[in-house]
Each structure stands twice: as C-alpha cells, then as structure tokens.
T-cell receptor
C-alpha cells in the first residue's frame, strides 16, 4: 500500500547542531504537513503546504524551516537545535478532495542532548 | 486560538464494555470533526469523521456531534484489547489546519 515515508526514524544530536528530516508521499495528495508530538503526546501543527506553496505557518521558532521541492516531498530543517526540540516530528498528507483526512508517516524521533 | 480539549485523560475498561471518549472545541466556525487512533510507536490513523450534527456509525464505532454545545464524542461498542491506544480528536474550519486535542489513553483490560 502506498503511504507517507519519513527518514530517519531516529536522530540523536547535540545542542546547536543542524538536522534535516525528509518526507515523501506516494498517495498523489496535494497538501503536506509537519506536526510536532511532544512527550505528553500533544500533536501540534507546524506547517502545511499545498502544491508547494506554504499555507499554514504556526508560531514556531525561526530555526525551523520547511522545504518543498514538489507536492510529493516536504522536508524540515532545524538550524541550531535546542533541548526543547526533542520530540517526534510527524509528516502527513491529505487530498483536499477527501475532506482533510490526514495520512501520517511513522515519525522521526529527535533527541537533543 | 482554536483549542480542543479531551476527557478523560486516561481510561481503563474491561473487554466487552462500551467506551465513551469526549471532546470539546472552542471554534464555533469548525466544520469538520474527526477521531484518530495512535497505537504505541505507530502513526496516528484516521478512524471516523463527521460534518453535521448527529450520529454516524461504522462497525463498533459511533461518532456523535453537537455543534451547539461545542462537543463531539466517540463511542466504542464491545471494546477489545486491540482498541488499546491513544485516541485523538480533531477539528478544522477547512483552512488546511487540523487542530488536535490533548488525547485520551485507553487501555482495554482482557
């Protein structure tokens, strides 16, 4: 079954380093998202893109920057990570026609030491 | 700011019981309401969604929406151990943003 693929599964790094996470969807959807799930399992939207255009940009620190090369790919770069960035980053996609049902990837777990 | 609150925070029910999960939302303009389920270490997966007031049933799951009281709920009939998971409700005003609730952790005791 086609799905939403994220890499890496886990990443451990130190404060101040730069990290990049990749996401690809093979569902043919036109909208992609990044969500952050904290240690209490709260799921918060960070960004959403529709056809490569930034649509939603929640209040996130400027060290976070999404990058979309086409509507099937949405990457996330974090410059100079902080301890509070430790979380699971979930990528998702949807088709506006399907009324906003999100299909999630398995997530990238980031640990900042 | 759009907020979604869930109750209870955690719940333990015996196998075969009816489980009821609740969600309240703050945005009266919300038009889309959904429940997601996330098993431990897995991706959240959509369970059911509803647009208009009333009930919708799919198998053992029923979703109920009351927009006037800013409340929707999920009921699981004949709860099974495989239903043990984190349940997340969400709403949207169709603006490319699904806002999730705080989650209810369900344990079905066999």
């Amino acid at each position: 079954e086609t799905a939403v693929f994220q890499t890496p599964n886990y990443h451990v790094t130190q404060v101040g380093n730069e990290v990049s996470f990749n996401c690809k969807q093979t569902l043919g959807h036109d909208t992609m998202y990044w969500y952050k799930q904290d240690s209490k399992k709260l799921l918060k939207i960070m960004f959403s893109y529709n056809n490569k255009q930034l649509i939603v940009n929640e209040t996130v620190p400027r060290r976070f920057s999404p990058q979309s090369s086409d509507k099937a790919h949405l990457n996330l770069r974090i410059k100079s990570v902080e301890p509070e960035d430790s979380a699971v980053y979930l990528c998702a996609s949807s088709n506006r026609v399907s009324n906003e049902r999100l299909f999630f990837g398995h997530g990238t777990k980031l640990s900042v030491l | 700011q759009q907020k979604v609150q869930q109750s209870p925070e955690s719940l333990i029910v015996p196998e075969g019981a009816m489980t009821s999960l609740n969600c309240t939302f703050s945005d009266s303009a919300s038009q889309y309401f959904a429940w997601y389920r996330q098993h431990s270490g897995k991706a959240p997966k959509a369970l059911m969604s509803i647009f208009s007031n009333g009930e919708k049933e799919e198998g053992r799951f029923t979703i109920h929406l009351n927009k006037a009281s800013l409340h929707f709920s999920l009921h699981i009939r004949d709860s099974q151990p495989s239903d043990s998971a984190l349940y997340l409700c969400a709403d949207s005003n169709m603006g490319y943003k699904l806002t999730f609730g705080t989650g209810t952790s369900l344990l079905v005791d066999p």
